[in-house]
């Protein structure tokens, strides 16, 4: 991964897909996000897709066990509570990047092992959320083609338009709305309008 100064990217499949990591501090507090980005015909997904945490990765691991700061709440998602806490963080950090965040980001490193992945519900399983009973698909859906509703829609549908399955990409989609629901009737008629064009993508070619 090339580095930043906020963490590192790496840009794959021919340039269609963007892998990031991301550290975020608030109040003293830590943790790294992991996310990716789409991009077709030279145009990035217009919104980043939710970030995991990394103690999506790490819940109910091994690596879990031995964090340093209490994965619950009030400090959900943190790495760190205090500057006494960090070696021991980093520590733990470099294991569970190399343990299970990095072979999980080379399993989707392209738009077909994505979306593989995504069908098959390996997705699913890694959020933790997803351990409440009816989950899986709602985080696996979410998970691979992002949490805001016209950028998961035209994610989706330009994914499986390069791999040429528009149509079994259509029927998933339509499969899921009617499962997890419409996001329809909570939009406001601009986001409407959008998330149909956004549609409209699975029925070009």
Excluded at 72 to 100: F, H, M, N, Y
Aim: proline residues 5%; contains cysteine; negative net charge.
């Amino acid at each position: 991964m090339r580095r930043r100064p906020w963490g590192a990217q790496r840009l794959l499949d021919d340039g269609h897909l963007l892998q990031r990591l991301t550290f975020r501090n608030d109040k003293d507090l830590f943790t790294l996000l992991v996310d990716w980005r789409f991009i077709f015909d030279d145009e990035a997904d217009p919104s980043w897709p939710a970030p995991f945490e990394l103690c999506d990765f790490i819940a109910d691991t091994s690596i879990e066990l031995e964090w340093p700061v209490a994965l619950s709440a009030p400090r959900w998602g943190q790495l760190s509570a205090a500057k006494s806490d960090l070696d021991d963080s980093l520590v733990c950090i470099e294991g569970a990047l190399v343990e299970i965040v990095e072979p999980v980001l080379a399993s989707i490193a392209t738009i077909e092992s994505l979306v593989l992945a995504f069908e098959d519900g390996r997705l699913g399983s890694i959020a933790r959320q997803v351990k409440e009973p009816g989950r899986p698909l709602r985080e696996a859906f979410y998970m691979a083609f992002g949490y805001n509703p016209t950028a998961a829609a035209r994610n989706m549908a330009l994914s499986y338009r390069h791999l040429g399955r528009a149509a079994d990409g259509k029927l998933r989609f339509d499969q899921c709305i009617e499962e997890l629901g419409s996001w329809f009737e909570l939009l406001d008629d601009p986001g409407k309008r959008a998330l149909a064009e956004a549609e409209a993508l699975f029925e070009g070619s």
